[in-house]
């Protein structure tokens, strides 16, 4: 699918959490696939998205929920909202232009509920409750998928709808539960008509684009197309509904709480960073499902870092620090046009972020076969300006998808980064003159002219540098012993031919085990 918005202004609306619990990584999962979109549409696409997300803070899990905790079902349901934006802050999901809470907006649902059932749309049963009623939109029921009214589908003994697919509007409420008063009497908003009250009243009659989760295509946002159409009576509402799939734990199983198979968005900022959850969720298209795992994890951080080392080997090359054979730099200018190309087709198409993905590694692959290091200064120009450009939109691609880089490196979130940059750095070039100075032969004496330097003068000469070479070899073993003791915490020394670089990497895993 091809993306097309006719207009720079995006009106898109988002499916908000139900705040009766800590969020996981399933919901992460669908948040920060939406949150990369919303990046690519404005940086890529140069489009200004004007977004809402609706906040469901009353709901039947909630009630449960805060009943068992001897708390007001508003209370519990600030405390998970707040919880929730701090997840999002934490990942780094941009924050939508405006949130909006169901229970402060009841007299709208109330009279988005009253218009519908004055065009003949909706029905209220003599319990108080208020009901869509189907086949007055027969024929145009079903646009995300399917549906068939059957006109003899039997219904449950107990209810009060007119046909089985009527679903509810307004809840008359039960005894001692959070309720409003309205025309049908106390009761709360059915969970569909929230949304469509909440996004009519910014967007009106028209939205560009609606995001959820998979599980929400139906009956949730196709009853949402239903109530927006038949209140707005226009013939389309929305123009794209973009479905996130599942996130599943190994073995094809949908992470969710009912299953009990989770991830706390939390834990799991505990041993990985947002960087590479980013990396790990565009690896994967937005409407896949996607398999969670230590291995798939292991692949996102595998890939952030070599894109890490190849940034600092074309940084070290920029700065004279790397020494390469000629540089084909017609190939990589080919290659940077080609890529840049490829990922804004690829953000096009649907936004296909692992071809995206996949372009972008492939030209790390060109510049990484260009930057082989030779032992010898060689007398090939530089070539540093088409570096430049490939490090400038690598920089670029990543930011654009919410990846941050830190000089040149990606970004690993730590207390005072600047500071342990400047110390590392510091650090380094001291080991430099210790390594040079261990690997420094003294000058042989240079015979007068026309004398001839004897052969047990060659020997004393062979023999002192090959002392001093003794007698420095404790130095170049502090050398590598400090490299090997700094990989460990994730600090890797890389040496050049006549310098070194450093990076920053993965610590150890013996090391996270203690």
């Known amino acids: 699918m091809t993306f097309s918005i006719d207009f720079n202004l995006v009106h898109r609306y988002s499916c908000g959490p139900t705040v009766y619990d800590h969020a996981h990584l399933g919901h992460a999962c669908s948040y920060v696939k939406f949150d990369i979109i919303r990046r690519i549409i404005t940086k890529i696409f140069g489009k200004e998205v004007v ?24 209370a519990l349901a600030r405390f998970y909202e707040e919880d929730f934006k701090r997840d999002m802050e934490a990942l780094k999901v941009l924050p939508p232009t405006i949130y909006m809470r169901v ?63 009527d679903f509810a509007l307004w809840k008359a409420a039960s005894p001692q539960e959070m309720c409003w008063d309205s025309p049908w009497g106390k009761g709360r908003p059915g969970w569909h008509i929230e949304c469509s009250t909440i996004s009519s009243l910014v967007f009106g009659q028209h939205l560009d684009i609606h995001t959820g989760g998979i599980d929400l295509a139906f009956p949730h946002h196709e009853n949402e197309i239903t109530q927006c159409e038949a209140y707005h009576q226009c013939q389309q509402w929305g123009n794209y509904f973009l479905h996130s799939g599942h996130l599943h734990v190994k073995g094809s199983v949908k992470m969710s709480k009912s299953l009990k198979n989770y991830v706390t968005i939390k834990d799991f900022l505990k041993k990985s960073s947002p960087n590479q959850f980013r990396m790990f969720c ?16 292991n692949d996102a951080k595998n890939i952030l870092q070599i894109i890490s080392s190849f940034m600092s080997s074309a940084t070290a090359y920029m700065k004279g620090q790397l020494t390469c054979d000629t540089i084909r730099e017609d190939v990589l200018w080919e290659r940077l046009s080609h890529t840049k190309a490829m990922v804004k087709a690829s953000c096009a198409d649907d936004f296909d972020t692992p071809r995206a993905v996949g372009a972008i590694m492939d030209l790390i692959h060109h510049g990484n ?12 120009p530089r070539s540093a300006v088409v570096f ?19 000089d040149g490196q990606v970004a690993v979130e730590r207390k005072h980064s600047a500071m342990l940059s400047s110390v590392i750095d510091e650090l380094v070039s001291f080991r430099v003159q210790v390594r040079d100075f261990a690997l420094a032969t003294p000058k042989t004496s240079v015979p007068a002219e026309g ?25 170049l073993q502090a050398c590598d012993r400090l490299r090997q003791d700094l990989a460990v915490y994730g600090i890797n020394i890389k040496d050049r031919s006549t310098t070194s670089t450093w990076e920053l990497g993965e610590p150890s895993k013996e090391l996270e085990k203690s």
């Open 51 to 74: 977004m809402v997300m609706g906040i469901t803070d009353i709901d039947d899990k909630i009630i449960k929920r805060a009943n068992e905790m001897n708390i007001s079902p508003v």
């Open 103 to 165: 229970t402060e907006n009841i007299p709208q649902v109330i009279a988005f509920i009253q218009q519908l059932v004055a065009s003949g749309h909706a029905y209220a049963t003599s319990r108080g409750n208020v009901y869509f009623d189907i086949r007055s939109w027969e024929g145009r029921y079903g646009k995300l998928r399917q549906i068939y009214i059957d006109e003899e589908e039997e219904m449950a003994v107990d209810s009060d709808k007119h046909h089985m697919k």
């Open 282 to 297: 565009l690896r994967s298209g937005y409407r896949s499902a996607t398999e969670y795992s230590d291995e798939s994890m």
């Open 369 to 380: 076969r260009q930057l082989k290091a030779v032992t010898k200064e060689a007398e090939s």
């Open 388 to 406: 430049g450009a490939i490090i400038s939109y690598i920089q670029e691609f990543l930011n654009t998808t919410g990846i941050s880089l830190d």
């Open 451 to 475: 004398a001839i330097l004897s052969k047990e003068a060659k020997q004393q000469q062979k023999e002192k540098r090959h002392q001093l070479l003794q007698e420095r070899e404790p130095l």
